[in-house]
């Protein structure tokens, strides 16, 4: 991307929410898996019910431990004759080796071609209608998770959408030295956007990100990825921890947005009272901050839900901060 390009934050902010934005997704791996026993063994390590993919199909789905725990929220797309799998680029690795770990006499052989591909990604209220301007209907019909392979401008790509900042976005995968051609071609009339304009509507629509928020510290229904979760399918790996947690009610925490005027905050804690006197009762902890390019700060926390709704003092100087449930721009 080039960097000379890009515009003042604001702008950046409003064509991420109210027009078309063009961002480079570097944290994105890629698998890709292999054999006729793929989306069996995927099924049966992830939460949610992958068995009827389809070629041009897929899901969004956790890989947790045993422990119920998040280890990656990938998404699966069906490409005909193999899987390929988007997940966080720092876990790519730890996803691969999980899925080895687990395949005995399966056919199933799982590759990172992470570093053969480049991805940029477009998002806005404009998004579905420019990848039909780009590409013919087809990527503006797919649906949640879809795939389809399309020329866009003559350079071949895989085009997913993933919705990674919400209802209507997608990501254009290609080789990486079409990588800019690609980019150039989803220009047009759009704002390139930096990490910082992304990351703060990320974390002002509640989407959890891997490290901050999608650890080994929390459980998929904490992070708010219920609907990455089948309670209907077979087992899974932590499916009786995941289950027993939904069915009865056991979730103590659940991601919330922040917001509050003055800032940073540092300290990774949400407290109720004044902390610089020490009578401030511990709620929950921030894992990802953000300077809003409107004013102010936004930030995800993991929060006790007897709280949700309410205003919190946050930090050792006790700023007061907004608590309220995320909303993915749906």
Request: charged residues 20%.
């Amino acid at each position: 991307m080039a960097l000379s390009r890009l515009a003042p934050q604001l702008d950046q902010y409003r064509a991420l929410t109210e027009g078309l934005a063009v961002v480079d997704r570097p944290n994105v791996g890629l698998l890709r898996v292999e054999g006729k026993d793929s989306v069996d063994l995927l099924d049966r390590l992830s939460t949610n019910d992958l068995a009827a993919l389809a070629p041009g199909l897929g899901a969004s789905t956790v890989l947790t431990t045993n422990k119920g725990r998040v280890i990656d929220l990938p998404t699966v797309v069906h490409m005909g004759d193999y899987l390929l799998v988007l997940c966080s680029k720092d876990a790519a690795a730890r996803v691969s080796e999980w899925i080895d770990f687990y395949t005995f006499a399966e056919d199933v052989v799982v590759s990172d071609v992470t570093d053969q591909y480049s991805i940029a990604g477009i998002a806005g209220p404009l998004a579905l209608a420019t990848a039909q301007r780009l590409t013919g209907a087809t990527a503006a019909d797919l649906p949640p998770y879809g795939v389809v392979e399309a020329d866009v401008a003559g350079v071949k790509a895989i085009v997913v959408r993933t919705d990674f900042l919400g209802t209507g976005t997608l990501d254009f995968i290609v080789a990486g030295s079409d990588g800019q051609a690609m980019r150039d071609a989803l220009a047009g009339d759009a704002e390139f956007v930096g990490p910082e304009a992304l990351e703060a509507v990320r974390i002002e629509r509640g989407i959890p990100a891997f490290a901050s928020e999608l650890n080994e510290d929390h459980n998929p229904l904490e992070a708010g990825l219920i609907d990455s979760i089948s309670f209907n399918k077979g087992c899974y790996i932590g499916q009786e921890v995941v289950a027993r947690l939904n069915t009865y009610d056991k979730v103590q925490r659940r991601l919330a947005v922040l917001n509050w005027p003055t800032g940073p905050v540092s300290a990774k804690s949400v407290s109720i009272g004044d902390d610089v006197n020490g009578d401030g009762k511990v709620i929950g902890a921030i894992t990802s901050v953000a300077a809003h390019p409107s004013g102010g700060f936004v930030g995800l926390a993991y929060v006790r839900r007897a709280y949700e709704n309410a205003e919190v003092a946050i930090g050792p100087a006790g700023a007061i901060a907004a608590l309220k449930p995320p909303d993915t721009g749906a």
